[in-house]
């Protein structure tokens, strides 16, 4: 199957992603693949998700795609240009169901995520951006899907920082610590989708791509990660790539 294939792991990513989106669902997507999949999802199957960005624009019209939250393409055509404050209670409106897209360098089977440094944090061997708005998102959102490169030193079975909560130590840890909503509800790497065990709240492998096998997640994981309930996800479709390519992103400012 990987020899026909027509599509990259970026948009296998984006599509993936942007599934796991309803209509109705409120977006809050950082710069590069995130915003890629929520307007895509949005383009594809969710005509009433609403795309915000956390420097104020609410509902742009996304006729270019901007290149960064910063970008002042994400105030052109907006329903509304507020700012931080203002996007940020928008993420923990407690009516609305807001789905934050985050990245990061690392992360544990419970979903915490590190983006703030690798070794001590007097000292790190590596300092990255930080948490910017990651923690607040990852703490007051409804639901949190990360986006990771699947190498064993970012799936880790501890984080060097722990920048911003997943499902903390597992079980209702989350909610023991008052954080009464949200968690992450997916992991997207190149090899495919992971979950989290409803009760346990551990990391599973749900989804491979067509042409990897658990094994090769396994492989490429920190920690053991439940593979038994793995399905291959359904390649992108050609309508689902031409809305991505032509519409979503036509200059490839991140398709590439």
């Known amino acids: 199957m990987e020899a026909t294939r027509n599509y990259t792991h970026h948009e296998m990513m984006t599509i993936s992603a942007g599934r796991l989106v309803q209509n109705g669902d ?27 960005f956390e420097t104020g624009g609410v509902d742009p019209a996304m006729e270019e795609l901007p290149l960064a939250v910063a970008d002042p393409r994400v105030m052109a ?5 507020s700012g931080l404050i203002e996007a940020f209670s928008i993420v923990a409106h407690r009516r609305l169901h807001t789905v934050a897209f985050l990245g990061a360098a690392q ?9 703030t440094c690798i070794g001590p944090y007097e000292r790190p061997r590596v300092r ?12 007051l959102a409804s639901a949190v899907i990360v986006f990771m490169e699947h190498e064993k030193r970012r799936f880790v079975e501890k984080l060097a920082y722990r920048t911003s909560p997943g499902w903390l130590t597992g079980g209702d840890a989350r909610q023991r610590a008052g954080l009464t909503r949200g968690g992450p509800l997916a992991v997207v790497s190149e090899l495919g989708v992971m979950k989290f065990h409803p009760e346990t709240k551990e990391m599973f492998l749900a989804e491979t791509y067509p042409g990897v096998t658990a094994a090769t997640v396994q492989e490429h994981t920190g920690f053991a990660i439940d593979c038994t309930q793995a399905t291959e996800a ?19 400012l991140i398709l590439k």
């Not at 992360?107 to 983006?115: A, L, Q, Y």
């Not at 948490?131 to 703490?139: E, L, Q, R």
């Open 26 to 52: 409120i977006l809050f997507a950082g710069t590069g693949i995130s915003m890629l999949a929520a307007t895509a999802a949005k383009r594809i199957h969710a005509p009433d998700a609403v795309v915000f």
């Open 77 to 81: 055509g907006a329903c509304l240009n």
């Open 107 to 115: 992360i544990d089977k419970f979903g915490n995520i590190n983006s």
């Open 128 to 139: 990255f951006s930080g948490s910017g708005g990651a923690c607040d998102a990852a703490s």
């Open 234 to 252: 359904t390649p992108p479709t050609a309508q689902e790539l031409r809305i991505l390519r032509e519409e979503v992103d036509p200059q490839h």
